[in-house]
Nanobody, 116 residues
Framework: QVQLVESGGGLVQPGGSLRLSCAAS????????MGWFRQAPGKEREFVAT????????NYADSVKGRFPISRDNSKNMVYLQMNSLKPEDTAVYYC?????????WGQGTQVTVSS
């Protein structure tokens, strides 16, 4: 079955950086668009970024554009989110996800806390 496992979260000061990783298994990874989403306490899950499977085209939420480049390594079944210039409002649980045949799959999430 499809399994997504995020890692790389933690506590970081404002202005700092983190790199999130997502390891995928149980799917032909190179054929699916992958995305990162986040959910802050008391808020709904929101879109952060996606990356296409074939041409590598990316799409970003306005709130992270220019700060959080998304990338993927199809040879390793990995997708990454490089988080730069972090702000307190970036604090959330970050999830990677992908849609396959009408079903959206999520990982368990990784906590990112931005605080001084």
């Amino acid at each position: 079955q499809v399994q997504l496992v995020e890692s790389g979260g933690g506590l970081v000061q404002p202005g700092g950086s983190l790199r999130l990783s997502c390891a995928a298994s149980g799917l032909t990874f190179s054929r699916y668009k992958m995305g990162w989403f986040r959910q802050a306490p008391g808020k709904e899950r929101e879109f952060v970024a996606t990356i296409n499977w074939n041409d590598g085209n990316t799409n970003y939420a306005d709130s992270v554009k220019g700060r959080f480049p998304i990338s993927r390594d199809n040879s390793k079944n990995m997708v990454y989110l490089q988080m730069n210039s972090l702000k307190p409002e970036d604090t959330a649980v970050y999830y990677c996800g992908t849609g396959i045949s009408g079903t959206y799959y999520w990982g368990q999430g990784t906590q990112v806390t931005v605080s001084s």
